[in-house]
């Protein structure tokens, strides 16, 4: 087998787009600490990264406000309070009008940067449909347009 990398992605801490915390050209994880959170679901990869995160930065997690495995939902609720999310900003903004509602917070010390891709055979037959299907992913992942703060 081998991976095919399609896109980096990245997840950080995303607030509604007039949060007090949006008017700082920087945020520290400290300063993103003491905000309230809508986390989320527990043994999740986000979550679990997020928690090993600040314990690797000796910070003491923040207070999470509201805890939930459903985007919609916290998509929502954050988009209302002053409550901050980590997602995929990529995602954020392709559901709904929430890229309009939403920001990314500039935090480099809370941003997780992974790679997104596929696993194909690395030998024997390759169907011509597979090469096709990556083609179409990759042209996807193109047209997403750079992560700007």
Not at 9 to 23: E, W
Not at 143 to 148: D, G, I, K, V
Request: net charge positive; with cysteine; proline share 7%.
């Amino acid at each position: 087998f081998r991976q095919v990398l399609l896109m980096e992605d990245r997840v950080l801490p995303i607030s509604r787009k007039d949060h007090p915390l949006q008017r700082k050209r920087a945020v520290d994880a400290r300063t993103a600490g003491r905000a309230r959170w809508a986390m989320p679901a527990v043994g999740t990869l986000p979550a679990l990264w997020l928690d090993q995160k600040w314990r690797d930065l000796g910070v003491a997690p923040p207070e999470c406000a509201v805890r939930s495995g459903s985007l919609p939902t916290l998509l929502r609720i954050v988009a209302e309070t002053d409550l901050l999310m980590f997602q995929s900003w990529a995602t954020v903004k392709r559901n709904n009008d929430y890229g309009k509602l939403l920001r990314p917070l500039r935090c480099d010390d809370l941003t997780w940067k992974h790679g997104i891709g596929a696993t194909v055979r690395d030998s024997g037959h390759v169907s011509p449909a597979i090469d096709r299907l990556l083609e179409a992913l990759r042209a996807a992942a193109v047209s997403e347009a750079p992560l700007r703060i």
